[in-house]
Nanobody, 129 residues
Framework: QLQLVESGGGLVQPGGSLRLSCAAS????????IGWFRQAPGKEREGVSC????????NYVDSVKGRFTISRGNAKNTVYLQMNSLTPEDTAVYYC??????????????????????WGRGTLVTVSS
């Protein structure tokens, strides 16, 4: 069974850090674009960051640039989202997702929900003092 499982969420104070993990089972992430998305209470789900199948290209939404870093694990079946300098506006359920795109797809075009074929169930991040 193909599955993505997120972990690493929790309660953190403003200015703190968390590292989210996205682990795959039943398939390898090597051939997939991986995206992190989030949905805050009362808001639509939005893209946060994504990484190409090669790991070379990454993309971030403006609100997290310079604070969040997406990366692939050495074993290539886990993707991480390092989140620093967290603010209450980062509070949301964070989802990872995997999708395949044709070669030469721009990094902006690959970081959209419509591209994603597999989704995790999400992990809650709460930033509060």
């Amino acid at each position: 069974q193909l599955q993505l499982v997120e972990s690493g969420g929790g309660l953190v104070q403003p200015g703190g850090s968390l590292r989210l993990s996205c682990a795959a089972s039943g398939f390898t992430l090597n051939n997939y674009v991986i995206g992190w998305f989030r949905q805050a209470p009362g808001k639509e789900r939005e893209g946060v960051s994504c990484i190409s199948s090669s790991g070379v290209r990454t993309n971030y939404v403006d609100s997290v640039k310079g604070r969040f870093t997406i990366s692939r694990g050495n074993a290539k079946n886990t993707v991480y989202l390092q989140m620093n300098s967290l603010t209450p506006e980062d509070t949301a359920v964070y989802y990872c997702a995997a999708g395949r795109v044709p070669p030469f797809t721009t990094v902006q075009a690959m970081c959209v929900q419509a591209v994603m074929d597999y989704w995790g169930r999400g992990t809650l991040v709460t930033v509060s003092s």
